[in-house]
């Protein structure tokens, strides 16, 4: 699932490419994913406009046109943008193919299905755009803030921490990350938390996050439709040593998400979560 950091640099890539330079024509190639708030043909609202901004919100990645319409990308699970020359063959889970007018073409691909893209005037008519906390990167989420926002959360950390209410941009892999930064159990109860974990959980969000987009902006490279994972230090790592300990690191599943920790670095009296402690 691309996060903060994946998106980030996505649209550090894709700025200086497609800003200023025209959509020559479009293909809506599964309409399932496709969420149309205008009304009418997609393309009528796409072609021939020139793309005028690059941005992100969260877990949304923006694009600006000159007529004043966003197309908003949310890729959810599976989604990938692809960037390029055109493909000698369309792939069978290419959702939407944007030909430019520079020869190149810009593509949303999703395995799943489970993504999203919005052609929009009004960003607060995205589903779950509006009611997205601060950017977990945003230098105005200083610890203050960070701890008041916390006192409205009363779940376990991991689950407050990919809450897109709460800061916006964190999931599933880069939450295992911070709460092994942190040395935080996953599973604590927020409300069980001292000021000093408080502050080490705020300095761990704002360090694993500006860390992992200095490399991917590194490793990245072409290929921003390869999630770029490797580097990690816990999550994907089940069974591999710490890289502080060496213990080897755990997993526990739930509804089909794996949570990885080190149970020497991390401690925490449930093994299995969910259950309140
Ligand atoms: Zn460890």
């Known amino acids: 699932m691309p996060e903060l950091p994946d998106l980030e640099v996505i649209r550090e890539y ?3 490419r ?3 330079v025209a959509i020559a024509s479009v293909q809506v190639r599964r309409p399932i994913v496709m969420r149309n708030l205008l009304g009418g043909d997609p393309a009528d609202h796409l072609v021939g406009q020139r793309l005028t901004h690059v941005g992100r919100r969260g877990k949304f990645l923006l694009f600006s046109l000159g007529n004043g319409v966003s197309m908003v990308i949310h890729p959810m699970l599976a989604g990938r943008i692809r960037y390029g020359d055109p493909l000698a063959r369309h792939r069978v ?4 193919v944007l030909c430019l007018a520079d020869g190149r073409e810009l593509r949303y691909h999703d395995a799943k299905d489970m993504g999203k893209v919005y052609l929009t005037d009004d960003l607060n ?3 779950r755009f509006a009611i997205q906390g601060p950017e977990a990167t945003d230098a105005d989420l200083t610890l ?3 701890r ?4 409205r959360h009363r779940g376990e950390i991991k689950r407050v921490l990919v809450n897109q209410t709460f800061v916006a941009g964190i999931g599933n892999a880069y939450a295992d990350e911070i709460c092994w930064r942190a040395r935080l159990y996953p599973f604590r109860r927020r409300a069980s938390l001292t000021a000093g974990e408080v502050t080490r959980l705020y300095s761990a969000v704002h360090c694993v996050l500006t860390e992992a987009i200095e490399i991917l902006r590194t490793c990245v490279g072409d290929a921003i439709d ?3 994972r490797d580097f990690l230090a816990v999550h994907g790592k089940a069974g591999q040593p710490c890289p502080r300990c060496g213990t080897s690191v755990s997993e526990v599943r739930q509804a089909r998400r794996a949570t990885h920790f080190c149970r020497n670095c991390q401690p925490g009296l449930l093994v299995g979560g969910g259950l309140g402690r």
């Open 148 to 151: 008041q926002r916390l006192l």
């Open 14 to 16: 894709l700025a200086p």
């Open 226 to 228: 390869v999630e770029v």
């Open 125 to 127: 008519q995205v589903p």
């Open 93 to 96: 889970r290419d959702v939407l």
């Open 144 to 146: 203050d803030v960070f």
């Open 18 to 20: 497609v800003v200023d």
